[in-house]
């Protein structure tokens, strides 16, 4: 069922029953990146898979990633309506989460980072702004085929290219204003300085060939939380539940459960 929250800013769609559970996306994805998991957690949780500011129905919002991540913050209280919140956040669905639990204590009680971090390396920050210039550049379809490069390890790339299609069409379906503004946000965020501050539980997921927030990042943020650990999944790249939905499944399932 597809509903509306925090007045209307945010869609998101919401299946199955059990404990609350927030599944946000990638930035070069959609929520439909949750597709092969959500049927499987659904069966275990109340799943709600916002559309994050600036994609599907859920218009933007000003303000950077801190603007974003108190939208999503207000769109969770409401799904929730004060029950304890799993929040599970991949890529750049995994930066806001980190912010919005920053910045907002007590809005969920356990974390995944699924392939993302407190901050980039100066080459990971280039790679943003780079982005954002052939965006600004040459539209979406200029940045295209890197982006997918990006989502995906090399040789699962070449063996998948239905699935890859699919992806670069979502993709290109964006916001080009969005993409940029996001790519602004994340080369310059640093998240760093806060991490002590973060008392919850904290599992960091990450594909071993993610060439867009790489193994350093996950092992630095977890570093730098009071209470998190590492779960490396090898062979896999930056978005494991859309490359190995089981392997993705059997590292994040029991500690949600937990």
Same mark, same amino acid.
Request: with cysteine.
């Given at each position: 069922?597809?509903? +509306?929250?925090?007045?209307?800013? /945010? ?5 199955? =029953?059990?404990?609350?559970?927030v599944l946000l996306h990638s930035l070069l994805a959609d929520r439909s990146s949750f597709d092969r998991v959500a049927g499987s957690l659904a069966d275990r ?26 939208? /999503?913050?207000?769109? %969770? ?5 004060? !029950?304890? /919140? ?21 809005? *969920?009680?356990?974390?995944?980072l699924a392939d993302a971090g407190a901050a980039f390396s100066e080459p990971g920050r280039e790679a943003f702004r780079g982005m954002a210039r052939g965006a ?6 200029? %940045? ?20 890859? *299609? =699919?992806?670069?069409? %979502? ?7 969005? %993409? ?22 904290? &599992? ?12 350093? +990042?996950?092992? =630095?943020?977890?570093?730098? #939380? ?7 999944? =090898?062979? &896999? *790249?930056?978005?494991? !539940? ?6 993705? #499944?059997?590292? /994040? ?6």
């Amino acid at each position: 069922m597809d509903r +509306m929250f925090a007045d209307g800013t /945010v869609e998101a769609h919401v299946t199955g =029953e059990g404990p609350p559970l927030v599944l946000l996306h990638s930035l070069l994805a959609d929520r439909s990146s949750f597709d092969r998991v959500a049927g499987s957690l659904a069966d275990r949780f109340q799943v709600m898979l916002p559309a994050l500011p600036g994609f599907g129905r859920s218009p933007a919002v000003e303000g950077g990633l801190t603007g974003v991540a108190d939208r /999503v913050a207000a769109a %969770i209280r409401d799904f929730a309506n004060g !029950q304890p /919140v799993r929040l599970l956040g991949n890529g750049y669905g995994g930066f806001v989460a980190l912010q919005a639990v920053i910045r907002h204590p007590g809005l *969920a009680e356990r974390l995944v980072l699924a392939d993302a971090g407190a901050a980039f390396s100066e080459p990971g920050r280039e790679a943003f702004r780079g982005m954002a210039r052939g965006a600004a550049a040459k539209g979406l379809e200029g %940045i295209a085929d890197i982006a997918m490069r990006r989502l995906f390890a090399a040789d699962f790339y070449a063996a998948n290219p239905d699935l890859v *299609a =699919e992806r670069r069409r %979502i993709f290109l379906d964006s916001d080009p204003a969005v %993409i940029i503004a996001a790519c602004d946000a994340l080369a310059s965020l640093d998240l760093r300085p806060a991490l002590a501050d973060v008392g919850i539980p904290v &599992l960091a997921v990450v594909g071993e060939q993610d060439e867009a927030t790489p193994l350093p +990042m996950s092992r =630095e943020v977890v570093a730098g #939380l009071p209470n998190a650990t590492l779960t490396i999944l =090898e062979g &896999l *790249a930056h978005v494991p !539940q859309l490359q190995a939905p089981e392997r993705f #499944l059997d590292a /994040v399932m029991p500690f949600l459960m937990g």
